[in-house]
């Protein structure tokens, strides 16, 4: 693999069913974030990590999970889902946070219906 | 509070220059970015401005004035494969991106 790899590409879930969606870079990137892209929205921040072992909220935290055993994964999960929550889920990587030129990479997306 | 602005569409005819603008409200600022996003696909990075003025890759190019809040992407030479949503972001002073919502770009032959 080269980037960052997101799995499922696409899923259909019942409404109040746990899912977790994966993502996996290769390049060593130090940070890692979830967001949520929504027609007419930008961008949504639901969790961070700036390097393995931590994690943050971002604007839309609520009824997400995420973890960071190690430098490459950083999964995200949904403990019981609901139909707002359906959107499509980019994961993204950075080498250095907390600059201003950070550059992000994105995986290919992840496209959830919840109903 | 923080926000982006941008059109949410905008036509243009193959071959010619378009200029997409951005407007910016942020906590501080630490730069502003211009991501390409083609329909089903992943954000790819075009530019990043910290400094005011005119930053020049190619074809595209970038602007920034910090004193007016305001930045564009330029496309000069369009082709039909520029056909795709152009995404504005800033950086606030906790270094966090703050989206603007895309551009929806449509080139015409």
């Known amino acids: 693999i080269a980037g960052i790899t997101q799995a499922p590409t696409s899923q259909i879930l019942a409404a109040g069913r746990r899912m977790t969606l994966r993502c996996t870079q290769d390049m060593r990137h130090n940070a890692m974030y979830w967001y949520r892209q929504d027609l007419g929205l930008g961008l949504r921040l639901i969790h961070y990590?700036?390097?393995?072992?931590?994690?943050g909220k971002g604007e839309v935290p609520d009824g997400y999970s995420v973890s960071r055993a190690n430098t490459d994964d950083f999964p995200l999960t949904l403990a019981s889902a609901v139909p707002s929550q359906t959107s499509v889920y980019f994961c993204?990587?950075?080498?250095?946070?907390?600059?201003?030129?950070?550059?992000?990479?994105f995986g290919a997306g992840s496209r959830l219906t919840v109903l | 509070g923080q926000n982006i602005d941008q059109p949410t569409e905008m036509t243009a005819t193959e071959g010619a220059i378009v200029q997409i603008n951005c407007t910016y409200q942020?906590?501080?600022?630490?730069?502003l970015f211009w991501y390409q996003q083609h329909a089903g696909e992943a954000p790819t990075f075009l530019s990043y401005n910290v400094l005011d003025g005119l930053e020049e890759k190619g074809r595209f190019s970038s602007f920034l004035s910090r004193s007016k809040g305001y930045s564009y992407l330029l496309l000069k030479e369009l082709q039909m494969k520029d056909s795709a949503s152009y995404l504005c972001?800033?950086?606030?002073?906790?270094?966090?991106?703050?989206w603007g919502a895309g551009t929806k770009l449509i080139i015409k032959p």
């Open positions: 990590s700036n390097t393995a072992g931590t994690t």
């Open positions: 972001a800033g950086v606030d002073s906790n270094y966090q991106l703050i």
């Open positions: 993204a990587s950075s080498k250095t946070p907390g600059v201003g030129a950070n550059v992000l990479t």
């Open positions: 942020t906590s501080g600022f630490n730069g």
